[in-house]
Structures are given as C-alpha cells and as structure tokens.
C-alpha cells in the first residue's frame, strides 16, 4: 500500500489581533490578491490557488494551521487509516475553508495544527500586479517542544527528508520535494512560529523588495546574507504583528536520490551531501536581531 506523502507547503493560516493591517500588509506590501472573506476571516493567494495566507481574527497573534497537500495517491480516508495505525488522532473536516472540499486535521508532537489536503481550488487571477509579489510561499521555521519526536514525525509519517542542521540539536532542515526546506525545526522549551518564508525571483528581486520595504516603513532586520544551510539569499523583517517574514532566493535543490544538492559555484565540497553547520550565515554577516534568539 502506498504509503502517505506530502508534497507541498500550501497556506498558513494566522489567528491576528489586527486583521486590518495583516490584510493591508499581504496585499500592499507583499502583493497577495484576496480571493474571499467569509465570516471575517480573509484568505489572500499569490497565484493559482485559492488561498495561500490565512488571516483569522483573534486576541492574540498565533498560527492557527498549516495546510499541507497531499501527493494524492491515497485518500483521505486511507491517510486517516495509516495515521490511526501509527496511534495518531485526525479528523477529516468537509468545507471547513473555502476552495479545499475536505482536509484531514491532525496536530503534530509539537501541539501545531495541521489541515491535509489532495485538491485546491485555483484561480483566475494569477499573481498581483503590485508590491513584491513572490513566486510562492517556500517554507516555514517553526520552534517546537518535543524537538525529536517532531522531527520523527515529519520524516516517518508525512514522508519528510532530512537536508542539513545547524548546531548539535539545535535546528533541523527537513523537505518534502526539491527545495532545500519546507520545515526548519528548532528545539525549543514552547512551540510558536519562528519565521514564515517567501521565495523571490532572483537577486534584482531582492534588492527591489528591500526598497519596497523600505517604502513601506519595514525594516530589514537581518540581511542580506547568504545562508550555510541552503545556500540561499536571504533578509528578515516584521509584518505588523511582529512575525518574522524571510524573502530569499537562489536556495539548493535537494536531489533525495542521490542524496546530495545540485553542484553550486558557491558550494565548498562537491558533491554537497546533508550535514551539521555551526553558522547560520557563509559571510559572517552580524546584525542587531540575533535570528537564533527570536
């Protein structure tokens, strides 16, 4: 029997104190079309799908969700199967957000959220017309309790890969396709986000998306500098309820059956194979927010 497969970071979904200036900043800021708001939750996307970004009125800032699609092989009923084997509680929810039809909703040892899914709704719009617009939301770092067992739980029941760590337990990368990351998972004491991430286009994106910020009185807090751990371009700032957002380019291709990444110029052993960094930037670059203290 197949066995259960995610293959893609699809939305988060974000409980936010101030809906009104999350929505201002996805839309002006970042670029994100909204496709619908139902009962005061907005759903914003980037391209085809339906949504992308969640923003889910509350009194305190939190992830809500991560939505997660499934390679399709099996259904949601066979997931359900396979995660009830394995002791793991889920339940699988019919039109509980608009342009997903059912998600199977399940936590992970870290206390997260998580919503499955085969099929999304797309849309006609396609990619904003302002503001940075990337090319899709990559990836996600989130800080959890549990750090082992989390880490377990991506890679033996999702079907998540290991690509690199930073530190004697103290960050793993994992993927579930050719990026780099879509997880980076950090030990921690309590589970909350760390940063989400968004890729750009290449260099010039970059540079032009620092001064669109700039514009928009967002300060880079961190960057830019090119990672160890995968390589890519990156810079750090705050959307309006102080979530670390990162925009990068240029990150490794992970090649799982090889077990290596594709050959870089920038890469210092070739072949490029998974393995324990001790810093997160190849330059040295120092600023005033210390990432790993977030």
């Known amino acids: 029997m197949s066995t259960v497969k995610v293959f893609r970071l699809a939305y988060v979904d974000f409980y936010a104190k101030n809906v009104e200036s999350m929505v201002d900043y996805y839309t002006n800021v970042m670029g994100y079309r909204m496709t619908e708001e139902k009962e005061g939750v907005s759903y914003l996307s980037n391209g085809l799908d339906h949504h992308n970004i969640v ?60 919503e499955l899914f085969t099929e999304m709704d797309q849309t006609a719009g396609g990619f904003g017309t302002s503001g940075i617009i990337p090319l899709k939301l990559g990836h996600v770092a989130f800080c959890a309790r549990n750090f082992n067992e989390t880490i377990q739980f991506y890679q033996n029941v999702l079907g998540f890969a290991f690509t690199d760590q930073i530190g004697a337990g103290f960050a793993n990368f994992l993927t579930c396709n050719t990026d780099h990351h879509v997880i980076n998972i950090v030990a921690s004491e309590q589970t909350f986000l760390h940063h989400i991430a968004f890729q750009l286009k290449d260099a010039s994106h970059q540079y032009e998306s620092s001064d669109l910020l700039a514009k928009h009185g967002r300060a880079v807090l961190w960057g830019p500098s090119r990672h160890t751990a995968g390589h890519n371009i990156a810079t750090y700032h705050y959307d309006p309820e102080k979530n670390v957002v990162e925009l990068y380019t240029d990150m490794d291709v992970f090649i799982e059956e090889l077990g290596i990444f594709e050959p870089r110029p920038w890469h210092e052993v070739l072949p490029q194979k998974p393995k324990v960094w001790e810093a997160l930037s190849a330059w040295g670059t120092q600023f005033e927010v210390d990432l790993a203290k977030i």
């Open 55 to 114: 923003i889910t009125p509350a009194k305190e800032k939190a992830v809500r969700s991560y939505g997660y699609q499934l390679d399709g092989r099996l259904s949601l009923e066979e997931v359900q199967e396979h995660l009830s084997f394995k002791g793991i509680t889920s339940n699988i929810e019919a039109h509980s957000k608009p342009g997903i039809s059912k998600v199977l909703k399940l936590q992970d040892p870290a206390g997260n959220t998580l």
